[in-house]
């Protein structure tokens, strides 16, 4: 059974910095690239952030790009997003999912709460 | 990577078919065979519907179908069941290893 469980997220003031990970398990990690997709209180899905098998390739969406950063440990089976100078809009909850085929996200875990508050 | 334009709420009655649209460029929705759908019911994570425009996962209905024409997708639900009021988010790879959702659509059956 696929399973994905983030970790990590938190209470941080303005400007701080927090490190999500994504547990995996059920499927074989370095078969897939990964995503981060955050949904902020009562608003929609955004994605936040994507990484190719082997970390060769990443991506990310303009709100964040230049502050956040995405890394995998493939021996550790292992996603993880390093977020600097947060803000307040980076409230939200934090998914990771798994891309299959490069195009579509099949699985993702419950996410992990991030709140970004003085 | 401006969001994909959903319509905010769509409704229909039980038995009834319901369209949602999708709305991108010729960058993302328009570009790419990689459009996705997602349900989301509250509370919970979001669950794959629909891939590669029109492909049904594994263990969804053949209820729900996905189509495409020039920059706009549509996700159509058929024979509406109590169970599909939900969330339902669009998605396109946007090149350079982006994607953008669309703002989301709230189901209601009537």
Known sequence: EVQLVESGGGVVRPGGSLRLSCAASGFTFDDYGMSWVRQGPGEGLEWVS????????????????GRFTISRDNAKNSLYLQMNSLRAEDTALYHCARVASGSY????GQGTLVTVSS | QSA????ASVSGSPGQSITISCTGTSSDVGGYNYVSWYQQHPGKAPKLMIYDVSKRPSGV???????????TASLTISGLQAEDEADYYCCSYAGDSTFVFGGGTKLTVL
């Open chain 1, 105 to 108: 996200c099949d699985y993702w």
């Open chain 1, 50 to 65: 994507g990484i190719n098998w082997n970390g060769g390739s990443t991506g990310y969406a303009d709100s964040v790009k």
């Open chain 2, 4 to 7: 994909l334009t959903q319509p």
């Open chain 2, 61 to 71: 209905s053949n209820r729900f179908s996905g189509s495409k024409s020039g920059n």
